[in-house]
């Protein structure tokens, strides 16, 4: 999906209404739209139990209104306008006098307090803001952000510039973020990532011919790009149709990696998945894994001798995932250049990458490094080159460097590919800032790797589907341990058929 710049956004929408779409009617789907995700929050959170919605005086304040009389009756809404709702102009205006009887508008200047079970909508401010909020929207937005409630923010959170991604001295700090049309370039910079929080897109019933001609700022991935991917299965499939695994994980120290790793290549819908490793792995393993005990080095982990046992296992494979638990050693560079000269894809994570920032070389093209930032540093330091402060650049030249697609981990993974390709994720949560969510992630890769996606793309899907499953409520109290069994709920999100 394309990231435009706030002109960009205006310009396509005074063409589709040059081409009979009223400002009325985009206003009008983009409340619907964001109405659907809030209802579908609301139902999945029973800590909460009603909606404020807060308004200012701008086009944004028509969105939260729309959203108001979209949502279902039974979902208690109260609206809160920091400006009189008869103060609005234009289809704002219009989409007021739409509201039903049956939900309070209460106008004040003065900020509410929120009861702690209620989800807030945040409508104060759009597109067209730049600067720092004043009174009494700055007040507002302190109210919300103080309320410890969960807020959505309707297009941006009020206070963030959509262009360059700077906030004021007072901005909204989301947890959701619904989109309008396509995602703005403050999304993705500066203070973007942090106070947006999760994304999803809003489709406001733009014509794809316009789509198509709009100049872009990048690409960002969404579950509407990830279902061209995930097609129905075929009816006759079986297990070897479906990809063939082999994961090469764990070690004398880390021996869980392993188990989570494999747990999350079955759930992500490898058809056969052989688990290599020196150590017997810990925790209860999936009943259809298939386990390999290769020789251990002297320290316990993967060495010559384990090396020398991977042909029969590499023969019966489609794709490989390598890393997770490997702790380090001296071994580790014979048992990786066996991998790289296996022609199979493959994705390395952890002390994988460790071991190949020891002795960098160039990778191929359907090869998937995993790095967190600073797994990242250390391969940038090894090809003597310096690491952008840009995350989305910092992505882009370590593809370039390595030859591999590189999947470059934190809030908004970046995917690049060695030809320039990147893109941003979109989902994800704090929760997943924890230990054994990128062993999960290495085993989803693998599977869809197996499961004859092409690189670029396999470490698209596996970004989106990795962090949908890891948005849960309560964030805390959530460890890796759970994400393997949440991952047919995020195929779930992109398709019911996946």
């Not at 810990?282 to 060495?303: C, K, N, Q, S, Y």
């Not at 989305?392 to 908004?412: D, M, S």
């Not at 341990?481 to 398709?495: I, M, N, Q, W």
């Amino acid at each position: 999906m394309k990231i435009i710049s706030i002109a960009a956004m205006r310009e396509l929408e005074a063409q589709a209404m040059a081409a009979g779409i009223s400002g009325f009617r985009l206003m009008d789907s983009a409340g619907r739209a964001a109405a659907a995700e809030i209802a579908a929050m609301f139902r999945q959170h029973p800590g909460v139990n009603r909606i404020a919605i807060v308004t200012g005086k701008g086009n944004n304040a028509g969105d939260g209104l729309v959203v108001a009389a979209a949502l279902p009756p039974d979902i208690p809404v109260t609206i809160h306008a920091a400006a009189p709702l008869h103060s609005l102009r234009g289809d704002a205006a219009a989409h007021a006098a739409r509201v039903p009887r049956r939900i309070p508008v209460l106008e004040s200047d003065t900020p509410p307090e929120f009861p702690p079970d209620t989800l807030i909508v945040d409508a104060l401010l759009g597109t067209g803001f730049t600067g720092n909020p004043r009174e009494p929207l700055a007040g507002f937005i302190r109210a919300v952000n103080a309320s410890g409630c969960p807020v959505v923010a309707l297009d941006l959170p009020s206070g963030l510039d959509g262009d360059s991604g700077r906030a004021g001295r007072e901005a909204v700090h989301a947890d959701l973020t619904i989109t309008f049309g396509l995602p703005k370039s403050g999304l993705f910079r500066n203070d973007g990532p942090r106070l947006c929080g999760s994304l999803r897109l809003g489709e406001i019933g733009l014509p794809r011919e316009l789509l198509a001609k709009v100049p872009g700022d990048g690409e960002a991935f969404f579950a509407a790009d990830a279902r061209a991917f995930l097609p129905r299965l075929p009816y006759d499939s079986h297990k070897n149709t479906r990809g063939r695994l082999l994961l090469a994980a764990g070690s004398a120290a880390y021996p869980g990696a392993a188990t989570l790793s494999a747990r999350a290549a079955l759930r992500g819908g490898a058809g056969f998945v052989r688990l290599a490793t020196p150590v017997p792995p810990e925790g209860p393993l999936p009943a259809a894994l298939v386990r390999h005990r290769l020789t251990a080095a002297p320290d316990g982990g993967f060495g010559v001798a384990a090396a020398a046992e991977l042909d029969d296992l590499l023969t019966v494979s489609d794709a490989v995932a390598a890393g997770p638990g490997w702790s380090r050693g001296t071994e580790r560079q014979l048992f990786l250049e066996r991998l790289l000269n296996s022609q199979l894809p493959l994705v390395l994570d952890a002390d994988a990458l460790n071991t190949l920032a020891e002795q960098p070389r160039r990778c191929r093209a359907d090869i998937v490094l995993t790095p967190h930032p600073g797994e990242a540093a250390r391969l940038f330091a090894a090809f003597a080159t310096e690491y952008p402060a840009d995350r989305r650049a910092a992505a882009i030249r370590l593809a370039e460097l390595t030859g591999a697609v590189v999947l470059l981990k934190g809030p908004q993974s970046v995917v690049a590919a060695p030809d320039g390709r990147a893109s941003y994720n979109t989902a994800g949560s704090p929760a997943l800032a924890t230990a054994g969510s990128g062993d999960v992630l290495t085993g989803l890769t693998g599977a869809l790797l197996a499961g004859g996606l092409s690189a670029y793309d396999a470490a698209r899907l596996a970004a989106l589907l990795h962090a949908l499953a890891g948005e849960v409520w309560p964030r805390r109290g959530f460890c890796a341990d759970d994400l393997p069994d949440r991952l047919p709920e995020a195929f779930a999100v992109v398709s019911p058929l996946a």
